[in-house]
């Protein structure tokens, strides 16, 4: 009888408790039904990407410019823009008759014009005023004897020997010595100026004559590239980038054409723009990847050797090379896309849907997050979600770098964000 009745409390007992499980568990699964699900992840040390995209066009690295020395007209063009031209091909001809008639004979007339203005320059280098000096000493000296004579003259009518009218004529003599020397100072000096000036009008003279004998001489030099027939050969192997008009005079350093000097990869570069805000992410930065089907025609990264400081219709200019290395055939004015990317390795590092900022994405700039933080409840651990206010620290792609969760151990934020996560809400986590 004890027996039965000890194995029926047993049974009691263990009903109860398994009751009681029963219950607590669908009480909290009833609970989690009507919580938000959020997907969570822990703000760890980790690598952000940040990459800028652009587009950019294949250009020479050198541009040879044929320019003038003075007025030709050009008869007719044998090639055409973006036409590849080797060394010796014909390029324009040009109206042999116009801009050579008179030169050499006007060279030899500067030369001999030139000579005369190095004598005269000479000339006036060497000139001696010895004399007027020289008649200025003798007129000092007149005039310190006249003033002895009159101090000797003064005694003598103080002892009544001459008379005053005598003494006064010579008073009157020294005067004339005297305004005579100053004459003679002034002109003197004159002189010397006179010859300053003509000094410096014959050293501009030279200057001048041996400018135009260069000038002649550049243009002689250009017209010698061109044949009897008054053709012009290329001196260079490339691609014609610019023609300049025909018949039509064009003047002095005018440029008739323009060849960009393509030999390979090596010869060009890689020309693009992107908005200022990221001069100093592309500042920093050593290389552009270029995205290409076929590595073996077309490079698949260029190092970046300028960028512009000086930012045009809020463009900043760079450029990057190909390396020595680079095979294929390089097209002049050929758009590419590309890329450049950097990785940083931080700490607190999220996934960029998990801030919601204030002010957009950048550095500096603040937003927050929900972090998941753990409370123990009667029905087990709760999850509750605490808005937490963040800086900006790196901004990537897809992850961002953020500062204000230090206080926090082992952060942990939700990504798939909704109206339903405010602070302090009860949330569910989605495994």
């Not at 020309?271 to 992410?281: E, I, L």
Request: proline content about 2%; some cysteine.
């Amino acid at each position: 009888m004890e027996n039965k009745v000890l194995k029926t409390t047993k049974n009691i007992v263990v009903g109860f408790f398994t009751l009681i499980f029963i219950m607590g568990f669908f009480s909290k699964s009833i609970v989690n039904l009507f919580l938000p699900k959020v997907q969570v992840v822990s703000a760890i040390k980790g690598s952000i990407e940040k990459s800028v995209d652009l587009e950019g066009t294949i250009e020479p690295k050198e541009v040879y410019k044929v320019r003038l020395g003075g007025n030709v007209i050009i008869d007719e063009y044998f090639v055409k823009v973006g036409q590849e031209v080797k060394v010796g091909d014909p390029i324009f001809k040009i109206n042999y008759k116009y801009g050579f008639k008179g030169e050499d004979e006007q060279i030899e007339d500067l030369k001999l014009l030139l000579e005369k203005e190095k004598v005269k320059l000479d000339r006036l280098k060497n000139s001696s005023f010895i004399i007027d000096e020289k008649n200025i000493e003798v007129l000092e000296d007149k005039i310190q004897f006249q003033k002895n004579e009159i101090s000797k003259l003064e005694q003598l009518y103080k002892s009544g020997a001459i008379s005053l009218s005598e003494l006064e004529r010579n008073k009157e003599s020294l005067k004339d010595l005297e305004n005579n020397l100053e004459i003679k100072k002034i002109l003197l000096e004159e002189k010397k100026k006179e010859n300053l000036l003509e000094i410096k009008e014959a050293e501009n003279n030279i200057k001048r004559i041996k400018n135009e004998i260069s000038e002649i001489e550049n243009r002689k030099k250009f017209y010698a590239k061109v044949s009897d027939d008054g053709i012009y050969y290329s001196d260079v192997d490339g691609v014609i980038l610019r023609l300049n008009q025909v018949n039509r005079i064009l003047g002095k350093d005018t440029t008739i054409i323009e060849i960009g000097k393509v030999k390979g990869y090596n010869s060009v570069k890689f020309v693009a723009y992107v908005p200022d805000k990221y001069y100093y992410f592309v500042k920093n930065a050593a290389k552009i990847e270029i995205e290409t089907e076929n590595k073996n025609l077309v490079p698949d990264a260029a190092r970046i050797v300028n960028v512009s400081e000086v930012a045009e219709n809020k463009l900043i200019k760079i450029e990057a090379i190909f390396g020595d290395e680079a095979q294929g055939v390089p097209v002049l004015g050929q758009r590419l896309q590309g890329r450049i990317s950097k990785e940083y390795n931080k700490e607190n590092t999220i996934p960029k849907v998990a801030v919601i900022p204030y002010d957009g994405y950048g550095v500096g700039k603040e937003g927050y997050v929900y972090a998941v933080e753990e409370k123990k409840g009667v029905l087990g651990t709760e999850y509750i979600a605490r808005k937490i206010d963040v800086v900006m620290v790196v901004v990537g792609n897809n992850q961002v770098c953020v500062r204000g969760l230090e206080t926090l151990e082992k952060p942990r934020v939700i990504t798939n964000l909704s109206y339903k996560i405010k602070d302090g809400v009860k949330v569910h986590l989605w495994e």
